[in-house]
């Protein structure tokens, strides 16, 4: 009964071969924090041991579109917007900047996304054809978040936490193909706290189980 919904079967047969990890330099450009870096080469380091191929890989079609940021808010609109309209004064402050901002979104930031994520998917699918079957980047810029502080320190330079926090996930949701957030051995220090580094591991449409098994045999390796 769900209209977004497609019939697939519910388990897919895993793509044979899926040795080769690519690194898309176009996903590494948002602030990064060189403890996150660091998290990254031992990635690409530890996946080669484990047996992977990590090729980076040169896409200007995978760059980040500028309207993905705005074009999320009619998508904000159609669940909070009646709600707001009536509650405001029970939404916080940051929330509800956020949904004031929302209304300023265009149908041409919206065309503009929606076009780019087509591009991307296809440009992911014809990746798979070309022997790269699982893509990599990190999950999130920066090791810590102070709460209440709407910067994030990364190496001496203040940046807007959502752009730290959301730059690497938010364009692969957009995309809309399928991606799994797993930790990194070999835990960074932060605040007393040891924390894992989070790497994306995403793969082209429908290709779930190939995640699954790539990341199963890297965690069996202890990448």
């Known amino acids: 009964a769900d209209g977004w919904s497609v019939p697939k079967g519910v388990f897919p ?14 996903w590494m450009t948002a602030p990064m924090s060189r403890d996150v870096r660091a998290g990254i080469d ?15 890989v040169d896409e200007p079609s995978l760059a980040p579109h500028p309207s993905l940021v705005a074009a999320i808010g009619p998508e904000i609109l159609e669940i909070h917007g009646e709600r707001f309209e009536k509650h405001r004064d029970r939404y916080g402050e940051d ?27 296809n440009t992911i699918a014809r990746l798979l054809g ?5 893509l990599a980047a990190p999950s999130v810029g920066s090791m810590r978040k102070v ?25 692969i949701n957009r995309i809309g193909v399928p991606a ?32 699954l098994d790539v990341a199963g045999r890297l965690e069996s390796a202890g990448v």
């Open 180 to 211: 799994l957030a797993a930790p990194i051995t070999g835990n960074e220090e932060v605040g007393g706290t040891k924390v894992p580094v989070s790497v994306q591991l995403i793969a082209p449409m429908w290709h779930e189980a190939s995640i």
């Open 147 to 171: 709460i209440g502080e709407d910067e994030i320190d990364v190496d001496g330079v203040r940046h807007f936490h959502r752009a730290v926090l959301a730059s690497f996930t938010s364009p």
């Open 42 to 56: 031992r990635f690409i380091a530890g996946a080669r041991e484990a047996g992977f191929s990590v090729e980076a």
């Open 95 to 121: 929330l509800q900047t956020r949904l004031d901002l929302a209304k300023d979104a265009t149908a041409h930031d919206v065309v503009e996304a929606y076009r780019w994520g087509a591009m991307a998917r």
């Open 130 to 134: 070309d022997g790269i079957g699982i």
């Open 13 to 26: 047969t895993v793509e044979a071969g899926q040795s080769t990890i690519g690194m898309v330099k176009q």
